[in-house]
Structure formats: structure tokens, C-alpha cells
């Protein structure tokens, strides 16, 4: 029976038992806070991806509804951004190879255009097209330097020897510029030479080291 806010139970010859609403309140929070009722649940982690997906897809919904097409259109815009991503990087490298492009050519002590290309050949004959590419270019402007073509310089990038080497060699300016951007491609932008490369930039080599260069007036 319950008498002003009070539960009795009455029994036999037992005293009657009363519990206030607020006690009989508490109790109940301490026994559903027992971990045996939230075993069940979902922990944070998921909670918290349930609420990001939930998001993703609430925001989707709305990109959908406003993009001509709906969905399909959505699709077809996401994948033309990858694609112009895509040629972007192909086209230009990775950032990096725009950070350190004008990192010096050399970059260990002063070695002979023999001894670079004894090296490149080393690497060529291995496989490591990369370091044969690198290497070959090196011996290309060491040679220079050696015919007194190019003023020897420490910190001289690949770009500034070639733009320097056509001026006494303007039929080969093309040629020169080609193998400095390779350079930079394969030693900062991420790429990955081949055989074909290094053929192309030992010919370059070979063919320069037979070319007869053109004097220019060291005065204006």
C-alpha cells in the first residue's frame, strides 16, 4: 500500500518497509549504471564513425540533390577533378622535386668526366637507371668544364649548365635542356628513368664530346 510518496509492505508480524521516492530513485541509477547493461553497446570508437558516416552521407545527400544529374553527376565530377589531379602531377611531380630543384648538380667532391661516366655505366649495367641517368649527367657538364666550355662552379644546378652550355653549343641547346629536366625528374621529382632515358642522355654525351663548339666574344 503507498501512503504519502511512501511504499508499504505489509507481512504477517514483519515491520513494514518504506522507501522514499528519491532513494528508490538512486538505487535504480546505481543498478542500470552496472556495466552488465551496456555491454552490448557500441564503444566510442564506433560511436564516433557512426556520427562521421552519418555526416559523409547527410552531406553527400545534399551535393547530390543540388548537382544536375544528382548522384551520377556528382560521380562524374568527382572523377574529373582525380583525372586533372592526376595529369597535374604527372606533369609537374611531386612537390618536392619543386623544393630542392635547385639543389647543386654535384654533390660529393670534384670527380673527372671519366670517372662519372665509369659510374654511370656501372649503374646502367645493374639496373639502377636513376643513378646511371644521374651520373651520365654529371659526366656531360664535367666534360664541359673540362673543354673549358663551362667555367668550373660550385652549387651549379643542372638547368643553369645547360642554359650556360648553349650558348657555345646552340645546336645542342635543345638536347641540353632535355637531359637537365631529366635530371631534376629522376634526382627530385619523384620519377623513375629507364633504359631509353639513359640511351638517350649518353648519345647526348657521346655526341657533345665530338662537337666543335662556337666562340662567342666574352665582351658585350
Same mark, same amino acid.
Given at each position: ?9 505489509? =507481512? ?7 522507501? =522514499? !521516492? ?16 551496456? %555491454? ?5 570508437? %564506433? !560511436? ?8 559523409? =552521407?547527410?552531406?553527400?545527400? #545534399? ?5 544536375? =544529374? ?29 623544393? !630542392? ?9 670534384? #670527380? ?7 659510374? @654511370? ?12 641517368? %644521374?651520373? #651520365? ?6 666534360? +664541359?668544364?673540362?673543354?673549358?666550355? +663551362? ?41 623513375? @628513368? ?5 640511351? #638517350? ?13 662556337? +666562340? ?5
Amino acid at each position: 500500500m503507498s501512503t504519502g510518496g511512501l511504499i508499504t509492505i505489509a =507481512g504477517g508480524d514483519t515491520p513494514p518497509l518504506t522507501t =522514499g !521516492r528519491e532513494a528508490a530513485r538512486e538505487a535504480a541509477e546505481r543498478e542500470l549504471a552496472k556495466p552488465v547493461y551496456h %555491454q552490448d553497446e557500441p564503444g566510442l570508437l %564506433q !560511436r564516433a564513425l557512426d556520427r562521421f558516416w552519418e555526416w559523409l =552521407g547527410d552531406i553527400f545527400d #545534399r551535393a547530390s540533390g543540388a548537382t544536375p =544529374g544528382g548522384g551520377l553527376g556528382l560521380l562524374a565530377i568527382a572523377l574529373l577533378v582525380i583525372l586533372a589531379a592526376a595529369a597535374l602531377w604527372w606533369r609537374l611531380g611531386t612537390p618536392r622535386r619543386a623544393a !630542392r630543384s635547385a639543389a647543386a648538380l654535384f654533390d660529393e667532391g670534384p #670527380r673527372s668526366a671519366a670517372d662519372h661516366r665509369t659510374a @654511370a655505366e656501372a649503374h646502367a649495367a645493374a639496373g639502377r637507371w636513376n643513378e646511371a641517368v %644521374q651520373e #651520365r649527367m654529371r659526366a656531360v657538364v664535367r666534360s +664541359l668544364e673540362e673543354r673549358t666550355l +663551362l667555367d668550373p662552379r660550385p652549387g651549379r644546378t643542372a638547368d643553369e649548365a645547360a642554359a650556360e652550355a648553349a650558348r657555345s653549343l646552340p645546336a645542342h641547346a635543345d638536347g641540353l635542356r632535355a637531359a637537365a629536366r631529366t635530371f631534376d625528374d629522376v634526382t627530385y621529382g619523384g620519377r623513375t @628513368a629507364g633504359p631509353d632515358t639513359y640511351a #638517350r642522355l649518353r648519345t647526348l654525351d657521346l655526341t657533345l664530346d665530338h662537337t666543335k663548339p662556337i +666562340l662567342t666574344d666574352p665582351t658585350p
